[in-house]
């Protein structure tokens, strides 16, 4: 598998991430050396194993549904929501104006 | 098979219709935060450091949120995964600070189950019919963008960002806008019967991507189809439907090809229209999320998903006809919704219970009640009704006088009026406000006596077979008695006398 110059300007577009000409020429061969890399892997015969989906013999941990038990994962903290935020007015976030 | 037909100018065309639904899972904190996510706070004041996508925060998922999804797709029969996963989809938007909704594509908590349409023969719904449901998955919902509060800027409220969402997913079942609002209706009602969803579509705890395609009758491979966001109310999503059969098959018939896209619904103009800037939007690159092990379902948890189910729509509306003796249209209407077939069930069992009879045999009665005569009664009082009188125990009281004779409907139905105007109790009430039958024989006798001497024609005319006449001396009598004649002693006294 690689990519052309094509592919990695439409990656760099869903990313929201603005590259020159130059920056995609240059990224071409930087991600298709790393997709070699991984392809590497595809060398190994796996025929009849699962798939591993976490590399930690561990299972999920589930949350009892209680409102801002902890200070830290809960909400009701505005200032510090907001505190970084460029354009913030009336409580809301405030970006250039996004409309369908 | 519906019978739904689009008559264009080359002939006649069906349309077959899919339904995504994103349900709003009732819990009290978000899927993976510990944010509120009660309806209608001040902006960004139920947004945790997780929703907000803050740096090195990990979601730890509530398990209300997954217990509830587990419990909806035991209502709807399906198969549950007790291996499911989550996945990132990734997307660029100011509604969603992540980048990516975790959702689950490749291995849904859900899978395969299906819903029952009730036969409407009016809404063009000539049978039962089962629509079949792909999957539910669970999944996070965005934040909210305000447009028209400021000239150059959108305002963003995260509120909502990182509430739970059931997404279910139906075929391609449906054929017609009648059997799409009836799926949405009997979703919604399983929904709040579970009690996953509050079914609040005004506040968008329900809302639906309806997915059009038509084609020639007779044709078996489906045309392209396109895919109406965020439809949030029944009549929307059967607007929806008609207004695009139009649109495909206008479109097609002048010689054009459907695209495969997202539309829009302006309800203003009653038309949908593509949002084109979503045209890239579909490459989402979705991969499993790293942040999140599998999670694996316990037969305990399940047991107890399964034993904390309630009386379905379906089994409660069979159980209504076939021991409770009630109409298939009362059944139906009264376990539509969850405070309807609450509100009769109370009043059933306290009737019942002051009768001394089965449930079975004041049923009929006390739908009858519940579903038209109470509701007139509420309704041409209009603001006049205190409806914290409008008690069970009250109506109970009512119909318990009716039942014995005291009262006639008639003089029911007044008492309830005022009894929800001053919350009097409805025995005190028939005594004083002499709203009673009289089933005293005497007085009724000494009336049928005085018709019967200033009748004799008509007597005799009787006797000589004349049955009609019966109710002559019937309406007579409740006209001596101005009404208030219980028309059981009535009848029999009047039959005693005629011979």
Redesign the interface.
């Known amino acids: 598998m690689s990519v052309d110059k094509a592919t990695v300007a ?1 990656i760099a ?4 991430i603005q590259m020159d000409d130059d920056a995609l020429e240059r990224m071409v061969p930087e991600l298709n050396n790393i997709l070699g890399w991984v392809e590497q892997l595809g060398e190994v015969d796996c025929t009849g194993v699962e798939p591993m ?2 590399v ?1 013999p ?13 200070p ?7 200032d ?3 505190a970084n935020a460029p ?1 913030a ?12 | 098979m519906s019978n739904y037909r689009i008559h264009g100018a080359t002939g006649e065309w069906e349309v077959v219709i899919g339904l995504e639904v994103h349900a709003q899972v009732t819990s009290k904190s978000k899927l993976f935060s510990g944010a509120d996510t009660t309806f209608g706070a001040e902006p960004n004041t139920q947004v945790s450091l997780i929703d907000a996508a803050m740096p090195g925060m990990l979601p730890v998922p509530n398990a209300e949120c997954i217990r509830q999804a587990v419990r909806t797709g035991m209502a709807i029969e399906a198969q549950i995964n007790k291996y499911s996963r989550f996945d990132r989809k990734n997307y660029f938007y100011a509604d969603l600070p992540q980048g990516y909704q975790i959702s689950q594509l490749y291995h849904p908590i859900v899978g395969e189950g299906q819903l029952l349409i009730e036969k409407d023969e009016k809404a063009g719904i000539p049978e039962d019919k089962i629509i079949g449901i792909e999957r539910i998955h669970v999944e996070q919902d965005a934040g909210k963008l305000m447009h028209d509060q400021h000239p150059t800027m959108s305002y963003v409220d995260l509120n909502r960002c990182g509430v739970a969402l059931m997404e279910i997913v139906s075929k391609p079942d449906m054929t017609s806008p009648a059997e799409a609002g009836a799926y949405v209706r009997k979703l919604r009602s399983i929904l709040r019967y579970v009690g996953s969803c509050d079914g609040n579509m005004e506040q968008g705890s329900m809302r639906a991507d309806v997915n059009v395609s038509v084609r020639k009758v007779g044709d078996t491979e489906l045309g392209t189809r396109t895919e109406t966001k965020n439809v949030n109310s029944v009549r929307f999503v059967m607007a929806v439907i008609e207004s695009e059969v139009r649109r495909q098959v206008d479109l097609i018939e002048d010689g054009g090809e459907v695209v495969q896209e997202t539309r829009l619904y302006d309800p203003d103009k009653n038309e949908t229209r593509s949002m084109r800037s979503k045209e890239d939007a579909h490459d989402y690159r979705y991969f499993p999320d790293p942040d999140l092990l599998p999670l694996n379902l316990e037969d305990d948890f399940l047991e107890e998903c399964r034993a904390s189910l309630p009386e379905l729509p379906d089994a409660k509306r069979l159980r209504y006809i076939n021991e409770l003796g009630l109409s298939e249209y009362n059944a139906h209407v009264l376990t539509a919704e969850v405070e309807t077939f609450a509100r009769f069930e109370t009043l059933l069992a306290i009737t019942a219970e002051h009768l001394g009879k089965p449930e079975s045999d004041t049923a009929t009665t006390v739908a009858n009640w519940s579903m038209s005569t109470a509701p007139g009664v509420v309704k041409s009082l209009g603001d006049e009704a205190n409806l914290e009188y409008a008690t069970a125990e009250a109506q109970a009281a009512i119909l318990k006088m009716q039942d014995t004779g005291k009262i006639s409907g008639g003089q029911a139905k007044e008492i309830y009026e005022i009894v929800l105007k001053t919350g009097r109790s409805p025995d005190e009430i028939a005594d004083t406000e002499g709203l009673k039958q009289v089933s005293d024989t005497g007085a009724i006798e000494e009336a049928i006596d005085a018709i019967i001497a200033a009748n004799g024609d008509k007597v005799e005319q009787y006797k000589g077979g004349k049955d009609k006449l019966f109710g002559f001396f019937v309406g007579q009598t409740m006209k001596a008695m101005q009404g208030k004649a219980n028309p059981a002693v009535v009848n029999q006294l009047l039959k005693d006398k005629l011979g």
């Open positions: 439409k577009s869903l990313a929201r989906t976490a930690i561990n299972t999920l941990r589930l949350r009892d549904d209680v409102v801002n038990a902890d830290k994962t809960g909400g009701d903290r505005r510090d929501i907001l354009a007015e009336h409580g809301f976030f405030g970006v250039p104006k996004v409309i369908e």
